[in-house]
């Protein structure tokens, strides 16, 4: 079965600092992969995602993420983060039986410091 | 983007008492919608796939008696919890999908509290 992992529970940055969120996968074939973010009582908003191609992914507001498949990662990094990036952010791996039927990771806090 | 409209944002219940929510599709076709449940603090872990004309499909551990999940039109899923109690309290979110889109579109979610 398909699983997710974000190994950082929560991450602090400064504003204006860099941001690398980590995603590790685990699935059989090669994976749908999404990135969403989340703000306080919200639904998610998609960032960007991978189906194939282009290992390097652009998303919305700055936001691009790497599908390396040698380490199963497909980490989301931003140059330079503000302030309203301070939010609740998910990796998800589409199943196998249909690529939106979406397993989530546990998710990454991001608090951003002025 | 495709958008999703989920009603209500919020809901407080008696205990026992049941509660729909609703899923619309605004602007496409959903011909899958996915249904989502969220306890706080925590990830999105799926509930049921539900096919329009189609019964749902949940996901082991989850009570289809309990969870009523309708997907009667092309617009529109509804969950239903019945005989709610404290324990069903938690953030229920919505997805929906059509056959031309490569990606699912979430609603705003719905925080049900029962009391």
């Known amino acids: 079965a398909q699983s997710v992992t974000q190994p950082d529970i929560h991450i602090t940055v400064s504003e204006g600092a860099s941001l690398e969120l980590r995603c590790n996968y685990s699935y059989g074939a090669t994976p749908y992969l999404f990135w969403y973010v989340q703000s306080p009582g919200q639904g998610l908003q998609l960032l960007l995602k991978?189906?194939?191609?282009?290992?390097l992914v652009q998303g919305i507001k700055g936001f691009e993420a790497e599908f390396k498949r040698s380490q199963s990662s497909f980490n989301l990094r931003k140059p330079s983060v503000h302030w309203s990036d301070a939010a609740e952010y998910f990796c998800?791996?589409?199943?196998?039986?249909?690529?939106?039927?979406?397993?989530f990771g546990t998710g990454t806090r991001l608090l951003v410091s002025p | 983007g495709a958008v999703v409209s989920q009603h209500p944002s919020w809901v407080i219940c008696k205990s026992g008492t049941s509660v729909k929510i609703e899923c619309r599709s605004l602007?496409?076709?959903?011909?899958?919608m996915f249904w989502y449940r969220q306890f706080p603090k925590q990830s999105l872990m799926l509930m049921a796939t539900?096919?329009?004309?189609?019964?749902?499909?949940?996901e082991q551990g989850v009570e289809k008696d309990k969870f009523l999940i309708n997907h009667a039109s092309l617009t529109l899923s509804t969950l239903t919890v019945t005989s709610a109690h404290p324990e069903d309290s938690s953030f229920y979110i919505c997805?929906?999908?059509?056959?031309?889109?490569?990606?699912?579109?979430f609603g705003q979610g719905t925080r049900l509290t029962v009391v």
């Open positions: 997805s929906a999908t059509g056959t031309e889109n490569t990606e699912a579109f």
């Open positions: 602007d496409f076709q959903a011909t899958t």
């Open positions: 998800a791996v589409g199943a196998v039986t249909g690529f939106q039927k979406l397993v």
């Open positions: 991978y189906f194939s191609g282009d290992t």
């Open positions: 539900s096919n329009e004309g189609s019964k749902a499909t949940y």
